[in-house]
């Protein structure tokens, strides 16, 4: 994907433009372990909500191409055969409401998933009626070729805020807080197929790391099937010397 396909698709996740209909999550501990998993509409959710769910899901595809947001490539093999490419191709077409293709995914996360503390796993699929660009260029809306579908997901720490003063509008004073689990920016992101030539190109997942420099292998591993690519900073060293 190429930055102008990347930014169309980062461009959904806005409330004027979102057309998905489901989110899922599912709320891991520290001793990876399931706390709550759940399933929501994003119509049902308060604007304020949905806002912070479309944030998480932008950050899945921000970053620098090439450093941070890296391309995976799946073998003709593993697009006919490869577990990890069913999978994903079964949460996509199922719209993930299949319960055991969901719960297979959370546990491929949780066995791989190197993020330390609580973390929440988020999931969403999205319908794009993609419309039509001619050869200047000039987008049609009102004329699509295709329906891309793809999802998205975003793993995010869960992290607790400190202890401290907090000033209270009501009474105007300050109080001591109660302390709270907050839901910080993805650390590790992915979308699935990629969007190419204004279509899905199903050989290629776009993924998001939000350290360069630690590519978690081992999810890439379990969730792709295919070897992490070498991180920037390696890289800089490697084709330095």
């Known amino acids: 994907m190429n930055r102008k396909e990347i930014a169309e698709i980062r461009g959904r996740f806005k409330a004027e433009k979102i057309s998905v209909n489901i989110i899922r999550g599912c709320y891991v501990n520290d001793n990876r372990e399931v706390v709550s998993s759940f399933m929501c509409s994003p119509a049902a959710l308060p604007q304020e909500e949905l806002d912070k ?51 297979a995914f959370y546990q491929n996360v949780i066995e791989s998933c190197d993020i330390e503390g609580n973390y929440l796993i988020l999931l969403t699929r999205d319908a794009y009626d993609v419309p039509f660009r001619g050869h200047d260029d000039l987008r049609q809306d009102d004329v699509s070729d295709d329906v891309f579908t793809y999802i998205i997901c975003c793993i995010c720490p869960v992290k607790k805020t400190p202890e401290g003063l907090c000033y209270d509008v009501s009474d105007n004073a300050f109080h001591e807080n109660v302390p709270d689990w907050i839901v910080a920016g993805p650390e590790i992101g992915f979308m699935f197929p990629a969007f190419e030539d204004r279509g899905a190109n199903i050989y290629t997942a776009m993924y998001y790391s939000k350290d360069a420099g630690k590519l978690h292998d081992s999810f890439v591993d379990s969730i792709f099937g295919c070897d992490a690519p070498m991180d920037a900073p390696t890289q800089k060293e490697t084709f330095s010397i």
């Open 53 to 103: 769910y479309l944030a998480l899901f932008r950050r899945a595809l921000s970053g620098q191409p090439g450093r941070n947001l890296l391309e995976m490539h799946f073998s003709p093999n593993q697009v006919m055969e490869g577990e990890q490419h069913a999978l994903l191709t079964r949460l996509r077409e199922t719209a993930l409401r299949d319960e055991e293709a969901i719960e």
